[in-house]
T-cell receptor, first 114, second 113 residues
Framework: AQTVTQSQPEMSVQEAETVTLSCTYD???????LFWYKQPPSRQMILVIR??????QNATENRFSVNFQKAAKSFSLKISDSQLGDAAMYFC???????????FGKGTHLIIQP | NAGVTQTPKFRILKIGQSMTLQCTQD?????MYWYRQDPGMGLKLIYY???????DKGEVPNGYNVSRSTTEDFPLRLELAAPSQTSVYFC????????????FGPGTRLTVT
C-alpha cells in the first residue's frame, strides 16, 4: 500500500516570507497524481495544487508551486509571499492505480507570524 | 451550485445507537467518497462509489455501510456506534473527466459517548 509522509508537524513563517512544506511518498507505480490540500480552521478541504507524475514540469498556481522529484519520491510545496490567510493545516495526498480515493499524509500545521 | 453538502454538521451519539450521515452533490459527479479524519491525522477512505448502484470498500470500512441509489446522494450508515467512530467525516466527489481532483463537503463532527 502506498504511504505518504509529512515529516513536519508544524511550521512557522513570517508574513511575506517564503516557506516550503515537505512530503515524501512510497510507491512502486510509475503513473500517479499528487495533491496538496489546505484545511483552514473552518475544516473545509481546499485543493491548492495538483501534479501529474508523467509531467516533468513542476506545477504552479499563483504563489504556490511544487518541487516534484519523481526519482526521490518527493513532492514539496513552496508558498511565496506568505499571507495571514495561508495559515492552515496542509495535507499532501496521493492517487495511484489501486482502489479509488486519495491517500493522505498526517498534515503540517502552518503558522503565519504577522 | 451548492457543491457537496453534508448533514448534520455535528452529532452526539450514545454507544450502540445508529445514524445516517447524509451527503449530496449537485455537480453530476459519478465518483463519490467517504473519509474519516481522526485528531492529528490525515483523512482515511471508508467507502467509495463509481456510480449509482456501485460501491466498494476503502481502507477503513468496518462498522459502516453505504448505498448509492442516485447520482446525487451517497449516505453513510453507522449501525452500532462505538467510541472508536468518534471522528470528523468528509464526503467528496469528482467527475470522471477530472484529473482525480476531489471536491469536499464541510464535514460532520461525530462524537460517540
Amino acid at each position: 500500500a502506498q504511504t505518504v509522509t509529512q515529516s513536519q508537524p508544524e511550521m512557522s513563517v513570517q508574513e511575506a516570507e517564503t516557506v516550503t512544506l515537505s512530503c515524501t511518498y512510497d510507491t512502486s507505480e510509475s503513473d500517479y497524481y499528487l495533491f496538496w490540500y489546505k484545511q483552514p480552521p473552518s475544516r473545509q478541504m481546499i485543493l491548492v495544487i495538483r501534479q501529474e507524475a508523467y509531467k516533468q514540469q513542476n506545477a504552479t498556481e499563483n504563489r504556490f508551486s511544487v518541487n516534484f522529484q519523481k526519482a526521490a519520491k518527493s513532492f514539496s510545496l513552496k508558498i511565496s509571499d506568505s499571507q495571514l490567510g495561508d495559515a492552515a493545516m496542509y495535507f499532501c495526498a496521493y492517487k495511484g492505480g489501486g482502489a479509488d480515493g486519495l491517500t493522505f499524509g498526517k498534515g503540517t500545521h502552518l503558522i503565519i507570524q504577522p | 451550485n451548492a457543491g457537496v453538502t453534508q448533514t448534520p454538521k455535528f452529532r452526539i451519539l450514545k454507544i450502540g445507537q445508529s445514524m445516517t450521515l447524509q451527503c449530496t452533490q449537485d455537480m453530476n459527479h459519478n465518483y463519490m467518497y467517504w473519509y474519516r479524519q481522526d485528531p492529528g491525522m490525515g483523512l482515511k477512505l471508508i467507502y467509495y462509489s463509481v456510480g449509482a448502484g456501485i460501491t466498494d470498500k476503502g481502507e477503513v470500512p468496518n462498522g459502516y455501510n453505504v448505498s448509492r441509489s442516485t447520482t446525487e446522494d451517497f449516505p453513510l450508515r453507522l449501525e452500532l456506534a462505538a467510541p472508536s467512530q468518534t471522528s470528523v467525516y468528509f464526503c467528496a466527489s469528482r467527475s470522471h473527466q477530472s484529473s482525480y481532483e476531489q471536491y469536499f463537503g464541510p464535514g460532520t463532527r461525530l462524537t460517540v459517548t
